[in-house]
């Protein structure tokens, strides 16, 4: 192979090269173009996305408010509960007591 063929080749393979870069380039472009109206569309569902963003973040403090009010009505109760057992096993206790009392007092 002499230089002029080497030269020849060479001009061939950079050719043929440059035109599958063109064409991989074309069809790249083909496939990733966006229009304006799909701009508007995009526009509208990023939008529609952030509406539904901060929809979400209020259902959830709105949630972590209820649950907290929840829990401190809860609490709440459950202090009544003990208070009003403590206050039946006194009373019980001191029915106990006039109860022997009055036997003891009938008995003698």
Same mark, same amino acid.
């Given at each position: 192979?002499?230089? @002029?063929? *080497?030269?020849?080749? $060479?001009?061939?393979?950079?050719?043929?090269?440059?035109?599958?870069? =063109?064409?991989?380039? =074309?069809?790249?472009? #083909?496939?990733?173009?966006?229009?304006?109206?799909?701009?508007?569309?995009?526009? $509208?569902?990023?939008?529609? *996305? %952030?509406?539904?963003?901060?929809? #979400?973040?209020? &259902?959830? *403090?709105?949630? +972590? +408010?209820?649950?907290?009010?929840? @829990? !401190?009505?809860?609490? +709440? @109760?459950?202090?009544?509960?003990?208070?009003?057992?403590?206050g039946? #096993?006194?009373?019980? %206790?001191?029915?106990?007591?006039?109860? &022997?009392?009055?036997?003891?007092e009938?008995? !003698?």
């Amino acid at each position: 192979m002499n230089r @002029t063929e *080497l030269i020849i080749a $060479t001009a061939i393979v950079l050719f043929i090269a440059f035109l599958m870069g =063109w064409f991989a380039h =074309w069809l790249i472009h #083909r496939f990733v173009r966006v229009g304006q109206g799909d701009m508007s569309d995009l526009d $509208t569902m990023a939008q529609q *996305l %952030h509406e539904a963003e901060e929809q #979400r973040d209020q &259902a959830i *403090l709105y949630y +972590q +408010q209820r649950e907290a009010d929840m @829990t !401190g009505q809860l609490n +709440q @109760t459950e202090a009544e509960l003990r208070a009003a057992m403590e206050g039946l #096993r006194e009373a019980r %206790h001191e029915a106990e007591e006039l109860r &022997a009392y009055i036997e003891r007092e009938n008995a !003698g």
